[in-house]
């Protein structure tokens, strides 16, 4: 049994702005289909645990998080190791309803910007109002990322989670760093800490 | 810049969240149309000064595609609909009527 890695090995970068880090391994499962189905509402809920996402959020559960991705997608994330098992679950529960789930989590990496000035390195490289009271923790984003496609939520008021493709994540990882070097934050917006 | 708001998952972003999808609401010919028809369909496009309506698609978002009716020359945006139509809403028309009186575009007004 081979081990899983990420792509690459755990980077993180410490010296700017904001910490930008590649988070561990994650379980990511889409699914696609009628997200007004019954069946397909069910069937999400049971694989994650967590209530129903409204359009643009993402919700939590003790374990597991379910992402509005599109009218017809869902993103479900859950630890790595549990894939198969909620998989498996999920396709259970769709039964014979029109839909697709498929375990992505080797495709995509995650990443994550953490700190006060977390909101001024996302804002540089994505054309998404990022102000605090236009983008809070609970919503669910998929934008464009510099180049390159992404997703991101906030777990908390000053940490970022950056989902990208994984082909693409030092790509990502690279104009994170730029973006947060030493000296560069913006002060557009107040500094959430109450300092300079 | 362009600011589009998809109709589809209710995002406003610039437009290079966006892909443009070039002209909107056009008649496809076929096999029984004749040349000049078909010549029409695939090469013959509006090019406004002023309303415009056009294809675009959501590529770095939710992937689907929509409907805009925008201005050439200001690039304010009148209105997002549906791509699911033949034809502008209504409503949409009535605010171009409102800040472009006269307009015309193809056959619709």
Redesign the interface.
């Known amino acids: 049994m081979s081990e899983p890695v990420t792509a690459l090995g755990g980077a993180v970068f410490e010296t700017g702005i904001a910490t930008v880090r590649e988070e561990p391994v994650q379980g990511m499962i889409t699914l696609r289909g009628d997200l007004e189905d019954s069946a397909v509402r069910a069937a999400a809920i049971g694989a994650s645990g967590a209530e129903m996402p409204d359009?643009?959020t993402i919700t939590t559960s003790e374990d597991a998080s379910l992402a509005w991705?599109?009218?017809d997608?869902l993103m479900l994330l859950c630890p790595h190791g549990e894939v198969p098992e909620r998989l498996a679950r999920l396709q259970e529960g769709l039964g014979d309803a029109h839909a697709l789930a498929v375990n992505v989590s080797d495709a995509r990496a995650l990443l994550s910007v953490v700190g006060p000035k977390a909101r001024d390195v996302l804002a540089k490289l994505c054309?998404?109002?990022l102000s605090p009271g236009a983008f809070t923790p609970g919503m669910f984003?998929?934008?464009?990322m510099a180049q390159v496609?992404a997703a991101f939520w906030m777990p908390t008021e000053e940490t970022f989670r950056v989902v990208c493709f994984r082909s693409q994540t030092q790509y990502v990882f690279d104009v994170l760093t730029v973006a947060a070097q030493k000296g560069s934050d913006v002060g557009i917006w107040p500094d959430p800490t109450g300092g300079g | 810049m362009l600011i589009l708001t998809c109709p589809?998952?209710?995002?406003?972003?610039?437009e290079?969240?966006f892909h443009a999808g070039g002209e909107a609401h056009l008649t496809r010919v076929g096999p029984a149309g004749d040349e000049e028809a078909f010549g029409d369909y695939l090469f013959t496009r509006e090019n406004p000064r002023g309303v415009h309506f056009e294809r675009w698609r959501h590529v770095?978002?939710?992937?689907?595609w929509f409907h805009a009716a925008r201005c050439t020359t200001t690039l304010e945006v009148f209105g997002t609909y549906s791509a699911q139509t033949t034809e502008p809403p209504q409503a949409i028309r009535d605010r171009i009527s409102q800040k472009r009186p006269g307009w015309i575009w193809r056959d619709f007004a």
């Open positions: 359009r643009g991705m599109s009218p997608e054309p998404v109002d984003r998929r934008t464009r496609g | 589809v998952c209710g995002v406003t972003s610039e290079t969240e770095y978002g939710c992937g689907k």
